[in-house]
Structure formats: C-alpha cells, structure tokens
C-alpha cells in the first residue's frame, strides 16, 4: 500500500527531526527556532556529495550528519550564553538568511525547483525505490536514532544536561563544563536533523530549500510541544498528530484550498491550548516515578541497612601532607567598575584546619570566595593549590584538582533524585564523554556502579541513606543542606570551602552543622567558611581572616579578633 | 501600640528564615532592629509590610489584623516602605518619581506642600528636580527613596539598610535626616547593618540571631554595652 | 550620487514605517517583557477589517476606524485571555513565546479561511507621483511618512507628559516597586497591548495603502517590528525609531554593494551580527 | 487517554484509505490526476485550470465517455510550488486513485515528481508552468510553449520600435532566470545592450529600491520575466519611480492586475493567445459552455486543461483500439506518438516535440485600459 507507506516514511521522518530538536529543546534547554534548515542542509549535502562524487547515500547521509554537526556546534558555541530570547531570536535569524541563501544561491541548490534526480538509496544491489521497499529502510533509521537518543538522554551525560536545566552554575561548581555539554547536544541533535535530510533528499529524489522554511521549523516545534518536551516517546506522538491530520483532511472531498489554512488553524490552536492547559505535553516528562523505580534495579543497593553501611569514605585518611598551607592566595585584587571589591588579599588554608572569612557587609568575603573558586577571575595576585598555581582556573576545573564549593542557597536539583543529585558530583565519568558511551559501554557501566557504591557512602555519612531515591524536591530544608554537603564530599575534593553553611537553618540545627563541619576537618579535609553567624565561626573556626575593604585587616583566632576594639569599631560602625 | 508583631514565622518556599519573631513600635517611637547578615531582619521588616507571606502569627496595625495584607493597601494605610534597592524608578526624572509616590497614595491634591517638605530635607533633590533618577550617585538616590517614602507622610517607616554603600559622613547626614523624620511623628523601624548608628538613633533596640529575635533592650543598655560580639 | 540621493529618500520612507512598527513593538516588549509574537496577526487583522468595510462601500476613514478599534480590542483580549493567566502561573518564556506564535498561525490562517488567499488592494487614496528632479516619491510613501512621524510623535508626548504614560514607564523600569505604590500593572498591560495594537493598525494601513494585503503580509512586519526592538536596544523607544530608520536604509542602500537579491538577509544579518557584538542593542542599557 | 486518541485517528485514517479504494476499484472508469496550485499566493491558477479540465469531463461523459470508459479526475495541491505536497499528491494519486496520468503545473513541483513518475510509467502533462528546465525529461509534456521560445517574439517587436537599451529584473527561481539569460542574448543578438540586471527575492513585494537604480540607468525598455504577483509590484514600482520605459514580461493574471491597477497600462506579454473570438466551432461552444457555468471568458490557462483533458481522451481511445490499456501510463506514453499531432482548441492543431515541447500560436498582448489586447499575432 504505496500511500500509507508513503506517509508512514514522512511521518517516521518528521519522528527522526522531532525526536533531535527533543534533544536540543527538551534535554539541553535550547529553543532553536532553525531546526528545518539543518534539515535542508543535510539534505543538499547527501545529494550533492552523492550526485558528484556517485558515492553510496550512506557516505554522503554520513557526511551530511559530521558537516552538520561541524556547523551547528559552530554555530552553538556563540550563543548559547544568551538567554532565552535573545536564543529564539538569534536562531530566527539564522533560519532566515540560510534559508534566503539557499534560495539565491540556485547554481548550487538549483533555486527553488531544487535539485532533481538525486539517486535512490542502495544498499547491496537492491534499490529502495518505492514507499514500501524503502520503509524497512526508514524503520531502521528510527530504531537507531531513538538508540542514539536514549543512549545520550538515560546516560551520564543526560544525567548533566537534566543538571543543567536545572541549575547551570551548580553544575558547573561540580566540575562539569556546561558550555561544552551544551553545544555537544546541540551538534547531535543537529547532526540526526542532517542525517534525516540526507535520507529524505534520497528517499524523494529530490532536495529543495522549500523543506528548510521557517514554517517548517515552526511545525517541528510544534510537534515537539504538543508531545511533551524531554520526552522522546511524545516526539514521535507529536509528529505522527501533526503529519497524519493533516493527511486524513486531504480525503475530506473538495476541500483541497481549504487544508492549508486549516491545518494551520488546527495546530496553532493546538499550540495555544496546550501551552494554556498543558505545558508538560501529551507525554510528560515523567521523570521520578519511571527513573526511581528503574534505578532501584540498576543501583544494585537496596534502601536495607546492610549494603548500607558500607564502612568510612576514604576520604577519611587525612592525606599524608607536605608542610604549609595547601591552599594559598598571594595580593589577590578584583574590581567591577570602579570599586575595589578585593584589594591585595593574603589567605592561606591549612591542611585539615577550619578557615574562617568575616567582615562588614560589603568587605569583599564573597567576592573573595568567588575568585578562590574560579567563578571570577581576578584582576591580579596569585592562588596557589599544592603548590601549583590555580590563578584563572574555570570553577569548573577545580572539583577536578580537588576543590569544591557548597552554595547559600544549597543549589540542589530539585526534580532528581538523591542519588543523582549526588552521582552528578562524580569527577571525569566515562559515562559523561558521548565516544566512550558508545565504544565502551561496559566500563561506563562498571563506573557507575562503583560511583553508586561511593555515592551511598556519603549518604549514609550525612544520615540520608535511607532517602537514596527520594526526589530532592521533597526534603526538607535541612535535609536539602545534609545533601548539598553529601553532594560536596562526593566530588572526592580535598579543600571544601562553605558559602554561609548556617543560613537559613532552623536554630536548633545549626549545632548539629558545627558538629558535621568539624568532623569533616578532623577527617582531614581543609575547609574554608564564610558566615556572618560570628557565634558559628566561635565555635568551628581555628582561624579567622577577618576582611575589610577588600583587605585582611586581621588574621587569628576568633577571641583574638573580637577583643579588638579597632575591629569592633568596623564592624559595627561608628 | 503602633504596630505589634506576633511570633512570625516567615520563609521562602520550604526554606523557614524567621522564626516567632514578635516585636512592636508605639506611635512616634524609633526603633532599631539589628542582628547578623542572614539572621532574617530583612524577610522580617518585608513580611511586616506585606511583600512576603507569612506562615505564622500575626501583625496587628492601629488595632487591626493586616496580616498579609497587600503592600498597596499598607501604604495607603500610612504604612511606608524604603526598599534596600530598586525602590525607586530609574528611567523616570526625579520629580516623576516623587509625584508617582504621591500618586500611590492618592492624595496628588497638596503635592505642592509635600514636595516641600521633602525638599526641605534634601534640598539637592529640588536642584537635580528633572534629572534621571538613575544619573543621581548613590547618596543621592537613597534620598530620592526615602523621600518618595515620607513624601506619603506616612504613620510608620520601615527603612531597609538605608546606609548601605554610603560613605561615613553621608551616613551621617542620613541618620539626623531619620531624626527629624521622627520629629515630625513618623514611628520609624530601621534595619541597619551599621549597628552603631542604628543603636544611637533608637529608643529601643532589637537583635535578631538565625531567624530569632534573641534580645530586647533599651538604647542606653545598648550604649553601654563593653562589646556587641556575642550578639552576633 | 543622484541614485544614493534617491535610494537614501526610499529608505527614509520605509525607514519611516519600521520605525512606526518598531514603537508598536517596542512599548508592549518593553513594558510587558512578553514576546508577542501575536503581533503580526494584529496587523494582518486590521488590514483586513478596513477592507472588509472599504468592501461595504464606507468610506476611507471611518474603515480606518473600525479597523483601529478591532486592533485594540483584539491586542486587549490577547493579553487578557492568553498571556496574563499564563504570567500568574509563571510560566517560562518560551511556553508564552509559543502560545503567541499558536495564535499568528491559527489567526492568519483563520483570514486565511474567511477571506481566501488571494491578495486585496486598498484602494480610495489619491495616488499621485511627485518628483523634484531624480528624487520621485508618491503622495503615499509622503502620506506614510508624515502620519508615521506624526503617530510617534504623539505617542512619545503621551509617555512623556501624561499621568497614564508616566505609569506605563514606572511599571517597565521597575515593576515591583511600581505594584507597591499601588499601580495595577495588569491594567497598565493591557493598555499598552492597546497602544501597541492601536500603532500596528496604523502602520498596516498605511502598508495595505500601498500593496494589496494577503493572510500572510502579518509575519514579514512582525519581524521588522521585533528586529529594530532588539537592534536599537531592549527597553528604549528612541532605540527602537533608531533600529527602525536604520533598518529602512540600509535595506534600501545595500542594493548599491550587493546583488539585490540579498536584500532581504540584510536584514536579519544585522540583527544577527547585533545579537553577537552588541546583545543590549544599539541604545539598549547592559543590565535591560 | 490521549494514547486512545491519537489510536483513533490511525483507525480513522487507515478506515478513510479502504474508503477511497472503494472508489478506484470502480470499473470501467479513467481516472486522471491534477497536481495543481489550489492553495497559497498561486490559487488563482489553479481554480482556472481546474474549471477548463471540468468542462471537459463533463462534455466527454455527457456523450458517452471514450471507448467505454467514463472520464473522471482528482485534483491534488501544491500549495502554489511546494515540492512536498507535490511528492505527496503524487503518491497518493498514483496509489490510492491508481492514475496512470497527472496534469501538473509550476516549474518546481512538477520537476520534484518527475523521478517517480519515470518509474512507475506515469504519464505527466504540464500545461501552465515555462520553465525552460521541463524540457528533455522522459514522460514529460508540455502544452504551454516555453518562455525562452516565446519572449524574442515580444523583444523582436519592441525592437522593431527603436528601443536599444534593456534593463532586467527577475525572481531568483529557475524559469525566470533561464529566460533573463535567454531575453538577454537575444537582446544583445539584435544588437541592442543590456544597461542592468537585477535578480529579486521571491515574493518580494517593495521593488522601490530596484526601481531606483533602474531610473538612474534609464533604460529603453524593462523585461522582467518573474511571474505570479512579483511581476505586478514589479511594475507598480517601476511606474510609482515615474520610469515610462514600457515593461515586457511573460506572464499576465487577474491576480496580478489586483495588484498593478492601472499602472499595468501597456505591459506587454506574449504567449499562447487563446481567441475567445474565435470563430472556430470547437473553440465556440467550449467558449459558450465556459459563460455559462462561470460566467466570465476563459482564458490561456483553462484552454490549456481543457484542451489536455481531450488529448488524454485521444490517447485513451487510441490505446483502448489497440485492445492495450489505458490504466497503463507506458501505452499512453506510446500512443502519443502514433501521431504528435492533435486538435488544438486554439484552432487547427497542437504538435508535440520529442524534447517535450510543443508548437502553437502565439500572440503579443499589450495591456489597454486594464484588458490584454492582441497587438501581434504569429502562427
């Protein structure tokens, strides 16, 4: 039956662009308003590489999909700090002068009447011709995308980008490089529209910017909403509504004219109400109920006491350390505009001893914390880490060295698990890298199991083993602050600095902090605080910087400091 | 009893900040609330005035329960409100902002004989009168604020950090301003991170710890403290 | 150096009208913060209720009207039944994006429906060329011109002198505090989706004026009207008159350095180029 | 829930497929296919096409149908040139209405079938688009005479009056393209000079700026071959400039004239003239039988479906004496050339070239007071 393969192999084509702009869209956060033109420029590479060379289409499909990507991520690597609608606009923008290029660019495209005879897909004599012989073809295609797709979004890697969603600067303090991840998903999720342009140039014999419209993006778009974003299943409902209406209304008689405009007036409606009604789409992203249950399996740790106690981390032998400070800051000086914020800072941390930062509001802690952790770069001064220089390291290299930061606003991801929340903490994951992903499976696997293992470890540590998979979200405030530590101590760091550890913690908590906090430091890792509870940093602190000014005016014990009544007059005004 | 608050307890979703917080201010009375960064005095003074939703307990306002009662309402009620920043418009001359405070009240019809009282207090503001608010310095902005704050005459001022990256002396200059403030009837209740300042100015003072309010006392107690750090 | 002098007057001329778009655009983005995508159907709406009357036989004018009134009425209940109740569930900016654009499509494609494909010129405004030497313009582009400035200016006055426009900038420069001393900036938003619609119907006729209107004609203006927004700055209407002349020249010169087949890409290669060096725009504040 | 629903809609679809089949397998029928603008800025062609195929079917039923086999078409859309819906009308109508012939239209959409068509023996015919490109494709046929072999007559005349200077300006889509360059030689064949060129998106619609720079060239004459309403704004430009130059083209619609009003006056356009005052008899009654249902004259592009609808009768009749059949696209293919020769409604006959094009009279219309009247004729 020609017709319904026919459009069973459109439908299937517009499940495979559906399901890559799910990836870019839904997974990555990213709304491209240009996904139609991708599509396009696969479709006019295959068949260009392939008419000119007379190459098999799997080489030219395959070319269309690396040079695609090339370009997407080209492309990506500009614009993805932009937000929100500067992105759509930008990708409007591009859509439309790609779009006008291949229009006027005919003795390469051939114009608008495209290019004609681009030859049918062959593959060990047989030819793919027809509808029906080439569904099978088409069928496959699918299976491996949705592969592809699930592979990249049920992954470690889908693990960061769902992180990323959530809470980029998060992300990044537990030593992923977001910007990178971002522009991955987006040269994969361009690369599969390529590959399906390649396919329909081939399938059609026949390419023409017509498929590459604005309309076009839009109705992919569409598709993907009405499916339910982050959610590869709902694509494929997504495309196969919006294909199929349209089809059935050709068989209403005589109202031929009349498709066009009601289709158009079908899914803008659709668009409307769901986005009124139902945001999350057909098919929401049901993210806890199915991911819970299914890593209950995977984690091969049961909530049961048992595999809980899994003995102390390691973490705990207090490392074998050089003398001096392992974490030193020499002159350091940052200023926005005019104002020094930091101005000549000294600092030095000593291996498993607890550092306090206090002053004025205003004095620079934060600041100062800032630039320590790589979320700033400093105007001047050295940062020394073991020794070696760590000045204008990325916050997200320096989990990776061996330091690691915790928020005020613990900065948890609300929608994951507690496992996950953790897991993301885990440094240099195979399972993070898209090549090893797919070439070494097994290791991938063994990693995460171990990265479960460790992850359960600190859980329990913090007293949340029993909540291993229960959604952040539904912590309590308190617990939420155990996890953010739990998180911390996960990425193995050596040196934890603690933004405002006490805020927002019922009174009666705060105790029970001091006691975790010290006993990190007797386990022998280095911590820095910065807080304005002065009777906490009594209690913890063994030294205490104490800033004004952006300077070290003082530096001792916290008595020390407070008899000082130059201090006091600073800190409390005059 | 101006105003009397009942322990509140307020927060951000599921993070708790204050915890049964209670104190009042009586009519034409100044009081200060002072305490360490995060300690709450901030979420306090902003749930008093209606920007946030309290989970517990009560404010009572001239005899009536306006417990989350909408900060337009408040303000029309004589209840004004000096943001730590942002509280003034940018993109509008200095006139317009004060005239948009009057606006809020209703009461545009005396403008003229409020305008000079507040121009009394900070004469440059009449000077920079057509001058974009956002082309004033720092200073002057926070006077065009509590200006567009008074300028309603209202009953009880809730200032937030108002010396907040002002120089020594303009501190200075701001905390006499709030005295005649007071002189002419207003009840004021200052959050100040400055705690000397805000303790010489206050009859009363508060001190906040981690969302509690773990000290009343009188202003010359408090002058006569040796030292403040063990409330902090 | 005639042609130059003649290509400059073309562009002033649909310069003009951009700018009058880029207004319309430019008060309710600025205010509202909200990407009205809707806006091009607004547009092709009111060309279509003036010819639908002009169809009945009224004259000019009073169509004129009807067709303004429809726009306001229909920007109103936009704001009013779409994008407020998605606003008070906050929602994210693109689910409000996209039910904007889910209204274009379903709005264009509704005229579509109703009044056929096929284009309809406006026709009952004296026509007549005019030419000092090369410079050769028609009474309408002078028409376009005079109304476009005399429309911008007058909504400038507005912003500027009356109580209404003050509010309408106190809410866009600072909501919250505009909410605490007691504006209702549900209000103010509706009314400015009422000016910006009021505007868009102005620069629809005076366009249908000059070229036959079909279903489709709302989606070139709407980007127009969005593109000098964001070129001449987030948050400045002046910005915005800026973008728009710019935008109007230089389509109109480029044809002196490019093959005129490009010209349409100009346009958003600018903006494109703007997005990259300057994301705040021409006049834009960084913070906006 | 919405699973259900979305369930529904296959039934329903797969359930409306056995419908339509239903249809087809009726025997005794031939069923012919239309791939036409029915939609989009080109629907005006299509809704005239599609009325001069209709009159056709009706006459040839109403005596009997051809060979015992009674007439009858589908018409599909392209959506004004897009190629998608073209390949999908395509497989629908060769799958589910099992047509063994498509009467196409436009450049793009009819070259984006042409594969398929080659494949499965598909005969086509186009009778509206003029792109040069049609030509040498197997099993297709063009009844339109194309553009390039028409527009020397229309240059030849303006040159015959003297005029020496040529400026251009066409779409950036392949007919108006190929026939700037093929206006451009044979202008410059003559003798005369090409002063600028200009190519023009597609769709466009403010042409002030192009007509600029034509006025500061002040050229004698304007040849813009784009088609559809570009020509239109085109012309509306060039005369809002004040340019008086004459504008020639190969195109003229009720569409278009929408657009120019009376600055249209005096656009010249050559090609197939169809003489609605024709005393021919054919041409009579089919004139008559046009009035009377639509109420207004027919013009080129009905004659054309009209006259194509009776050529696929020919060939089914031709195949049906042989005993072949005429489901078969291969054997109507075949049947063309027992004799290339047909009835033309133009008066006396059509021929068709082995390079796919075809022989007719040709006219050069000039616009007066909104209506083309012939000016020149050539046989």
Known sequence: MEYLAHTLNLAFIFVVLTVSLNLILGYGGMASM??????????????????????????????????????????????????????????????????????????????????????????????????????????????????????????????????????????????????????????????????????????????????????????????????????????????????????????????????????????????????????????????????????????????????????????????????????EVKGLSKSFGGLKAVDDFFMGLERGKITALVGPNGCGKTTAFNLVTGFLKPDGGHIRFRDKSITNLPAHKMPQIGIARSWQDVRIFQGMTVLDNLLIARQNQSGERLIKLFAMPWQVKREEQENRKAAALYLNWVGLGEKGFEIARNLSYAEQKLLAIARLLTTEAQVLLLDEPSSGVDPNWVEQFMGIIRDLAASGKTICIVEHNLEVVRGISDTVYFMAEGRKMAQGSADELMADPKLGEIYFGV | MLITVKNLDVGYRDKQVVFGASLNVDVGEFISLIGHNGAGKTTLLKAVCGFLKTEGGQVIYKGADITNR??????????????????????????????????????????????????????????????????????????????????????????????????????????????????????????????????????????????????????????????????? | MSLFLLLLTRGIITGSLYALLGVSWGIIYNTTRTFHFAHGFIYTLTSYIILLFVGISVPLIPSLLFGLLAAILAGCLVEYLAYLPMRVKNASQLSIFLTAMGIMIAGQSLIHLIFGPDSRPLTGFPEHIISFGMITFTTIDLFTVVLSWLVI?????????????????????????????????????????????????????????????????????????????????????????????????AESLVIIVLPTEYKMMVTFFILFLVILIKPEGLMGKKNA | MKKVKFIGFMVSFVFMLSISFGFSADAKEFKFGQILAMSGSGSWYGMTMERGTSIAVDEINKDGGVAGYQFAYVVEDHKSGLTTPAQNAFRKLTSIDKVPAILSSFSAPTLSIMAMAKQKNIIVFNGGASSPKLTNIPYLHNTRMLGDEILPFTLKYLWDKGYKTMATIYANQTAPISLNDAGKKYWESLGGTVVSEQMHETGATDFTSEASVIKAKNPDIILCPSTGLDVGYVIKAVRKMGIKAP???????????????????????????FDVNSDDPWTKSFVKAFKTKFNEDPDFYAANYYELTYILKDLVSRVAAKGGDPYDGAQLEKAIWDDPKFKSIYGGYIKFNKNGTCEKPVVLFEIKDGKPVIIKKRK
């Open chain 3, 153 to 249: 200016g007058l909504l400038f006055a507005f912003l500027g002198r009356t109580k209404a426009g003050m509010m309408i900038r106190a809410v866009s420069s600072n909501p919250e505090k505009a909410t605490f001393i007691g504006i209702d900036s549900r209000k103010i938003f509706v009314l400015v989706f009422g000016i910006g619609s009021f505007l868009v119907g102005i620069a629809a006729f005076l366009s249908t004026l000059d070229k036959p209107a079909n279903p489709h004609i709302g989606l070139g203006a709407l980007l127009i009207s969005f593109i000098t927004v964001f070129l001449g700055g987030v948050g400045s209407l002046k910005g915005a008159v800026l973008g728009g002349m710019i935008l109007g020249v």
């Open chain 4, 247 to 273: 504008v020639c083209g190969t195109e003229h619609s009720g569409d278009m004239e929408k657009v120019t009003g009376d600055a249209s006056e005096g656009y010249l356009f050559a090609s197939e003239f």
């Open chain 1, 34 to 327: 240009a996904h139609a033109v991708f599509f396009c420029i696969g479709g006019y590479i295959s068949a260009i590489v392939t008419l000119n060379l007379g190459c098999n289409f799997l080489i030219g499909v395959l070319m269309a999909v690396v040079a695609t990507a090339a370009v997407g991520g080209a492309l990506a690597a500009p614009f993805i700090r932009v937000q929100e609608e500067y992105l759509i606009l930008f990708t409007i923008a591009f859509q439309m002068v790609v779009f006008h290029l291949m229009m006027s660019l005919y003795n390469i495209t051939g114009g608008d009447s495209g290019i004609f005879g681009v030859p049918s897909p062959r593959l060990f004599g047989i030819v793919f011709d027809t509808p029906v012989r080439f569904l099978p073809l088409m069928t496959i295609f699918v299976i491996v995308v949705y592969y592809v797709a699930f592979k990249v979004t049920k992954s470690p890697f889908g693990r960061v980008l769902k992180g990323i969603r959530e809470d980029e600067r998060a992300v990044s303090s537990l030593g992923k490089n977001v910007i990178q991840f971002k522009v991955i998903v987006f040269m994969v999720g361009t690369g599969i529209a390529a590959g399906a342009g390649g396919i329909f140039a081939h399938y059609t014999q026949f390419i023409s910017p017509a498929i590459g419209s604005l309309d076009e993006s839009i109705l992919i778009i569409a598709m993907v909403v009405l499916g339910g974003t982050a959610n590869l299943w709902g694509s494929a409902l997504g495309a196969f509504l919006l294909i199929i209406i349209p089809e059935i209304l050709n068989f209403l008689p005589g109202a031929s004219d009349l498709i066009v405009p009601l289709r158009g007036f079908i899914y803008g409606a659709l668009l409307i109400i769901f986005m009124r009604f139902r945001p999350e789409g057909l098919i929401p992203e049901y993210f806890h109920l199915k991911r819970t249950e299914r890593g209950r399996q995977k984690a091969g740790i049961s909530s049961s006491p048992k595999v809980m106690d899994v003995g102390t981390p390691k973490a705990y032998q207090a490392e074998p350390g050089s003398e001096g400070p392992i974490l």
């Open chain 2, 70 to 232: 909408s900060p337009a309402v408040n303000v029309k009620d004589g209840l004004s409100f000096v943001h730590q920043e942002k509280s003034l418009f940018p993109n509008l001359s200095v006139l317009e902002n004060l005239q948009l405070a009057a606006y809020a009240v209703g009461k545009a019809a005396d403008i003229e004989r409020r305008l000079k009282v507040v121009y009394g207090l900070f004469p440059i503001l009449q000077e920079r009168e057509r001058q974009m608010a956002d082309t004033l310095s720092g200073g002057q902005q926070k006077q065009l604020a509590v200006g567009m704050a008074i300028l309603v005459e209202p009953e009880l001022l809730l200032l937030d950090e108002p010396s907040l990256g002002l120089s020594p002396n303009l501190v200075k200059d701001l905390g006499g301003v709030l005295k005649e403030i007071q002189k002419m009837g207003t009840a004021i209740l200052l959050v100040e991170q400055n705690v000397k300042m805000a303790i010489s100015l206050a009859q009363r003072i508060y001190v906040m710890r981690t969302g509690q309010i773990i000290l009343e006392d009188t202003h010359d107690n408090m002058m006569n403290r040796e030292n403040l750090w063990d409330l902090f």
